[in-house]
T-cell receptor, first 108, second 114 residues
Framework: AQRVTQPEKLLSVFKGAPVELKCNYSYSGSPELFWYVQYSRQRLQLLLR??SRESIKGFTADLNKGETSFHLKKPFAQEEDSAMYYCALKYNFNKFYFGSGTKLNVKP | DTEVTQTPKHLVMGMTNKKSLKCEQHMGHRAMYWYKQKAKKPPELMFVYSYEKLSINESVPSRFSPECPNSSLLNLHLHALQPEDSALYLCASSPPTVNTGELFFGEGSRLTVL
């Protein structure tokens, strides 16, 4: 069965510190993985998708099939990065399964 | 128009009421979704429509009845709900791209069942 695990419910870092939000997945097929973000009082929106291998707002995420991980990283956190982050797995063409989420709090 | 619009934003209903949630998008997306999100929990998939046909029903109770009248509209009809159905109901759509389709979410309809 497919599963997405985000082990940290809350991650607090100081501004300028590196940040890594962990995501591990379990899926027998070829995974498509995404990071979604929800800022306060805003809708859930896409941050990154593994297939694009892009950097958005300084965040990157690399799919590691050996470790079945898709961790989200940023070298220098900013206060405006404070938000709820969800790792999501797309499978069976149209199904998206969301991890439990990690709340990132960047302190000044 | 690059947004998914949901109405109403808030809805309070009794257990015997019948109400509907509405979702609209004009981005040409051919897949539309209903998700349910309880407080401090991730979104949980309820239904998926693909090209106006119901393609996925995640064993949702029949008191929730989805409808897709056309490619831009998605409704969720509610009848005889329970207090535990109180949640944020999110609509999403995705473009007709097999490999890179992402979800575009609405702001949600917050439902309270008394």
């Amino acid at each position: 069965a497919q599963r997405v695990t985000q082990p940290e419910k809350l991650l607090s870092v100081f501004k300028g510190a590196p940040v890594e939000l962990k995501c591990n997945y379990s899926y027998s097929g070829s995974p498509e993985l995404f990071w979604y973000v929800q800022y306060s009082r805003q809708r859930l929106q896409l941050l990154l998708r593994h297939i694009s291998r892009e950097s958005i707002k300084g965040f990157t995420a690399d799919l590691n099939k050996g470790e079945t991980s898709f961790h989200l990283k940023k070298p220098f956190a900013q206060e405006e990065d404070s938000a709820m982050y969800y790792c999501a797995l797309k499978y069976n063409f149209n199904k998206f399964y969301f991890g439990s989420g990690t709340k990132l709090n960047v302190k000044p | 128009d690059t947004e998914v619009t949901q109405t109403p934003k808030h809805l309070v209903m009794g257990m015997t009421n019948k109400k509907s949630l509405k979702c609209e998008q004009h981005m040409g997306h051919r897949a539309m979704y209903w998700y349910k999100q309880k407080a401090k929990k991730p979104p949980e998939l309820m239904f998926v429509y693909s090209y106006e046909k119901l393609s996925i029903n995640e064993s949702v109770p029949s008191r929730f009845s989805p409808e897709c009248p056309n490619s831009s509209l998605l409704n969720l009809h509610l009848h005889a709900l329970q207090p535990e159905d109180s949640a944020l109901y999110l609509c999403a759509s995705s473009p007709p791209t097999v490999n890179t389709g992402e979800l575009f979410f609405g702001e949600g309809s917050r439902l309270t069942v008394l």
